[in-house]
């Protein structure tokens, strides 16, 4: 009985939480700067990556598709890069999202460049 308890609480942080993934990168994560910003290149590079890796579940714009959340949201958009980057290098398993460390460091950063203009075009 007490583990049934556990997972159903387990689940419902896990759930809960989910919208806030950049939150809960480690603060030295966060920290982390983007060494792309601001570059048109990266992020075009960002958005063609993007389309190979990310768009099957969250949409070719980035809408969300099923449980994969649309990442037009302001709680993307306001991330900290390093957060962006913690969560892309990392995956998050729980929700369903694997691990993208197999990209190199560059590409993830694209990522995260192309991530952080979509709320801004």
């Not at 939150?23 to 060494?35: G, I, L, M, S, V």
């Not at 990266?42 to 959340?69: D, N, S, T, V």
């Not at 190199?104 to 801004?120: A, G, M, Y």
């Amino acid at each position: 009985m007490r583990a049934a308890i556990f997972y159903i609480t387990l689940a419902g942080v896990l759930s809960a939480t989910e919208p806030d993934l950049p939150r809960q990168a480690p603060p030295q994560w966060a920290a982390r700067a983007n060494p792309m910003v601001g570059n048109s290149r990266a992020q075009k590079a960002g958005a063609k990556l993007f389309e190979r890796e990310c768009a099957e579940c969250h949409g070719a714009g980035a809408g969300g598709i099923g449980k994969a959340p649309s990442l037009r949201q302001a709680v993307v958009s306001k991330a900290k890069p390093g957060a962006l980057y913690w969560i892309i290098e990392n995956g998050a398993i729980y929700n369903g999202m694997p691990s993208f460390a197999h990209l190199p460091e560059p590409e993830r950063w694209q990522i995260v460049t192309f991530l952080q203009s979509l709320n801004t075009r």
